[in-house]
């Protein structure tokens, strides 16, 4: 079956094709067609992602991704529609809100020339993340259903960072064979939280941050130091070329609930601790390269401990670590070195680089393992974004 899937959840707009041949887990996945398009230039300038520019940008690129990615999977096809008036009446009241981008006459005039495409299945994120950007793709998701005669999978997006991390894209495009229980370790921009899992698609929440996200702390402090955004892959940078030239610490950080005995993380107080080092200093890039090593560290730190922490208190047999935080070379080794010695018997898994941003591939995959949550096109019209959606 062919999966067409949609990500709007940030400042990532993405549309993929997913060919699945299979039941899940056991499924074989070819990405047939991959289209997205970064927001972080509209952004860098703020030193973050602002909603309203997310939902603009969303609502200009949505069509333009969609026709892309079916077109790189050879599904689009060029014939002449007729679009009646209901249809253009229904499309006009799901994006009304999106008028002003032009998103409306775009999406027409692509419907008006091109033959519903061999799509059997359409999966949307509906959270968690920004609400006004996940409402374009839902909106967006709920046309396509209306005018394609397509059901429609909400999916969650933790979930599909979740699954990006066991997709071997490289070596036989199936999900891996994961022993249970495991552990999810998901950490990003929004999120750091840990989760117990039974089986697919189980999730109980064992752990989380009482206030900033890994990743929100990352651009924070990234931005304290006159790093541009995003800030995460900077740090990395400087904290690289620190422990290659072996300098001595710029300050000494704390490493927050390293011992509340539960598996919640806290970093707003580092960030703090940051503020605090820096004030009334004008950073040299010696002191910036120090720095940056002392908080990747701090933070390392603690998510290797909590995490150790969570393997033993659930038994698992297998850890998962997903999110765009994930991509953080030092946080990888770390996780590897250290569980080596701890945790030999555990099986780590880490997503492909490419997959551990936000994309659309892993909504597809989502979406195949929430087949059965699938909405006929009709009710797919109830579906609703939530910004704080939860697993």
Not at 201 to 213: L, M, P, R
Request: with cysteine; proline share 6%; glycine share 6%.
């Amino acid at each position: 079956m062919h999966i067409l899937s949609i990500e709007t959840s940030c400042d990532e707009t993405a549309v993929s094709v997913v060919q699945a041949d299979g039941q899940f887990p056991n499924a074989s996945y070819e990405i047939l067609g991959d289209a997205i398009h970064s927001q972080v230039e509209v952004h860098t300038k703020y030193g973050g992602v602002y909603p309203a520019l997310a939902k603009r940008e969303h609502a200009k690129t949505l069509t333009p991704m969609l026709q892309k990615a079916l077109e790189d999977a050879e599904l689009l096809i060029p014939e002449q529609q007729t679009l009646d008036q209901k249809h253009i009446e229904r499309i006009h009241t799901l994006l009304l809100h999106e008028s002003e981008s032009g998103m409306i006459d775009a999406l027409i005039d692509f419907l008006q020339n091109y033959a519903k495409p061999d799509i059997a299945l359409l999966a949307v994120t509906t959270g968690p993340g920004l609400e006004p950007a996940l409402w374009v793709g839902v909106n967006f998701a709920k046309v396509l259903a209306y005018v394609w005669d397509i059901p429609v999978v909400p999916v969650n997006h933790m979930e599909g960072h979740v699954l990006a991390s066991v997709f071997d894209v490289v070596k036989d495009n199936k999900l891996a064979p994961v022993s249970f229980p495991a552990v999810a370790l998901l950490i990003s921009g929004g999120h750091t939280e840990l989760l117990c899992m039974d089986t697919w698609s189980s999730y109980v929440k064992i752990g989380q941050t009482q206030d900033d996200a890994v990743g929100e702390a990352f651009d924070k402090v990234a931005r304290m130091m006159g790093l541009p955004y995003p800030g995460g892959p900077e740090i990395s940078r400087l904290a690289q070329q620190a422990r290659t030239a072996n300098l001595p610490p710029f300050c000494q950080l704390p490493r927050p609930m390293l011992h509340s005995k539960d598996l919640h993380f806290s970093f707003s107080g580092l960030k703090t601790a940051v503020r605090y080092a820096i004030a009334d200093t004008t950073l040299t890039e010696t002191n910036k390269q120090a720095l940056a090593r002392d908080f990747e560290d701090a933070v390392t730190e603690v998510l290797v401990f909590k995490t150790q922490a969570a393997l033993d208190e659930v038994g698992a047999q297998t850890l998962i670590i997903g999110g765009g935080v994930s991509a953080n070379a030092h946080i990888r080794q770390s996780f590897h070195t250290q569980l080596q010695n701890t945790h030999p018997d555990v099986e780590i898994y880490f997503p492909n680089p490419e997959l551990s941003t936000d994309n659309s591939v892993m909504i597809a995959l989502a979406g195949h393992a929430q087949i059965a949550s699938a909405s006929n096109p009709a009710a797919a019209q109830l579906l609703k974004a939530d910004g704080n959606k939860s697993l």
